[in-house]
C-alpha cells in the first residue's frame, strides 16, 4: 500500500479512539477532584451511618457516579475509594466483602450513555447512531446492572 493508504486507514481507524481517549480521561479528573477535594471523605463518613445494607450502599454509589460522570472504570475506582474506609465498620464476612465488590462492577454497568468510551466503542464500531446506541447497548448494559445487584443481593442470604 502506498503511504497515503496508509494513512488514510490510520486515521479512520484510530478517529473513534480519540473520543473514548477523551472522554475517559476527563472522567478521571473528576474521580480525581472528588478525593483531592475531601468530598469522597466526608461521604464516605456519612456511609457509615446509612441503613441500607453495604452490597446496596455500594451498588447504589457505583451507579450515581456511572450514570453522572460515565466511565464504568471511574465509577467502580470512585465507589471503591469511597466505600474502603468504612468497610471494617460494618464487619463484613469474606464473602460479604467479595459481593460488594460484585456490586460496585454491577452498579457500574447501569445506564451507559454518551459520556461512556464503551458507548462511543459499540456504537461507531457497529455502525450505529446515538439513539440505536441507547436502544440496545444502554438497555442491555441497564438489564445487566440490575441482575449483577439482584444476584449479588440473593447470594448475600447464603452467607453470614
Same mark, same amino acid.
Given at each position: 500500500?502506498? @503511504?497515503? @493508504?496508509?494513512?488514510?486507514?490510520?486515521?479512520? %481507524?484510530?478517529? !473513534?479512539?480519540?473520543?473514548?481517549?477523551? /472522554?475517559?480521561? %476527563?472522567?478521571?479528573?473528576?474521580?480525581? +477532584?472528588?478525593?483531592?477535594?475531601?468530598?469522597?471523605?466526608? $461521604?464516605?463518613?456519612?456511609?457509615?451511618?446509612? !441503613?441500607?445494607? !453495604? /452490597? $446496596?450502599?455500594?451498588?447504589? /454509589?457505583?451507579?450515581?457516579?456511572?450514570?453522572?460522570?460515565?466511565?464504568?472504570?471511574?465509577?467502580?475506582?470512585?465507589?471503591?475509594?469511597?466505600?474502603?474506609?468504612?468497610?471494617?465498620?460494618?464487619?463484613?464476612?469474606? !464473602?460479604?466483602? %467479595?459481593?460488594? +465488590?460484585?456490586? /460496585?462492577?454491577?452498579?457500574?454497568?447501569?445506564?451507559?450513555?454518551?459520556?461512556?468510551?464503551?458507548?462511543?466503542?459499540?456504537?461507531?464500531?457497529?455502525?450505529?447512531?446515538? @439513539?440505536?446506541?441507547?436502544?440496545?447497548?444502554?438497555?442491555?448494559?441497564?438489564?445487566?446492572?440490575?441482575?449483577?445487584?439482584?444476584?449479588?443481593?440473593?447470594?448475600?442470604?447464603?452467607? @453470614?
Amino acid at each position: 500500500m502506498d @503511504k497515503q @493508504k496508509v494513512l488514510d486507514l490510520s486515521t479512520k %481507524a484510530l478517529g !473513534p479512539a480519540g473520543i473514548i481517549i477523551l /472522554i475517559t480521561g %476527563a472522567g478521571g479528573v473528576l474521580k480525581q +477532584v472528588l478525593i483531592d477535594s475531601g468530598i469522597g471523605h466526608k $461521604m464516605a463518613e456519612s456511609m457509615v451511618y446509612s !441503613p441500607l445494607p !453495604p /452490597i $446496596m450502599l455500594a451498588w447504589m /454509589i457505583s451507579a450515581a457516579v456511572r450514570v453522572t460522570q460515565g466511565s464504568a472504570t471511574v465509577a467502580m475506582i470512585t465507589a471503591a475509594s469511597l466505600i474502603a474506609p468504612i468497610i471494617s465498620e460494618f464487619g463484613l464476612s469474606e !464473602p460479604h466483602r %467479595a459481593l460488594v +465488590v460484585l456490586a /460496585i462492577a454491577s452498579g457500574a454497568t447501569l445506564l451507559s450513555h454518551v459520556n461512556d468510551s464503551g458507548f462511543w466503542l459499540v456504537g461507531k464500531y457497529l455502525g450505529m447512531n446515538e @439513539k440505536q446506541t441507547l436502544q440496545s447497548w444502554t438497555v442491555m448494559e441497564s438489564i445487566i446492572a440490575l441482575c449483577g445487584l439482584a444476584f449479588t443481593l440473593l447470594a448475600s442470604l447464603f452467607f @453470614k
